[in-house]
Nanobody
Framework: VQLQASGGGLVQAGASLRLSCAVSGRTFSDYSMGWFRQGPGKEREFVATIDRGGGTTYYADSVKGRFTISRDNTRNMVYLQMNSLIPEDTAVYYC?????????????????WGQGTQVTVSS
């Protein structure tokens, strides 16, 4: 199973970015997907998750209302639309595929991870 995340970059506060993650090697539509991030000197934290059908999503409080997770099961892709970025969003963002069909927030319930994409938000 391979996950390839892309779309990161350096932006100013208030800007938007859209992260993408391409998944191959498993039946994409059978599993939930998630985004996590790890900021400088911080532990990896949950950002967003989506169930296998795309109908149920959960977000970390810190991103609720600003970020949107979505998926395209015809293309084996998951996305993270990030709006109103703030410097605290600076981190390496990872996509991951869950062990189950429902959305989950615990990193331990994800079994495959992408390599990460850097997002840097300047003030």
């Amino acid at each position: 199973v391979q996950l390839q995340a892309s779309g990161g970059g350096l932006v100013q506060a208030g800007a938007s970015l859209r992260l993408s993650c391409a998944v191959s090697g498993r039946t994409f539509s059978d599993y939930s997907m998630g985004w996590f991030r790890q900021g400088p000197g911080k532990e990896r934290e949950f950002v967003a998750t989506i169930d296998r059908g795309g109908g149920t999503t959960y977000y970390a409080d810190s991103v609720k209302g600003r970020f949107t997770i979505s998926r395209d099961n015809t293309r084996n892709m998951v996305y993270l639309q990030m709006n109103s970025l703030i410097p605290e969003d600076t981190a390496v963002y990872y996509c991951a595929t869950g062990r189950y069909m429902g959305p989950v927030t615990a990193a331990s319930l994800y079994d495959y991870w992408g390599q990460g994409t850097q997002v840097t938000v300047s003030s």
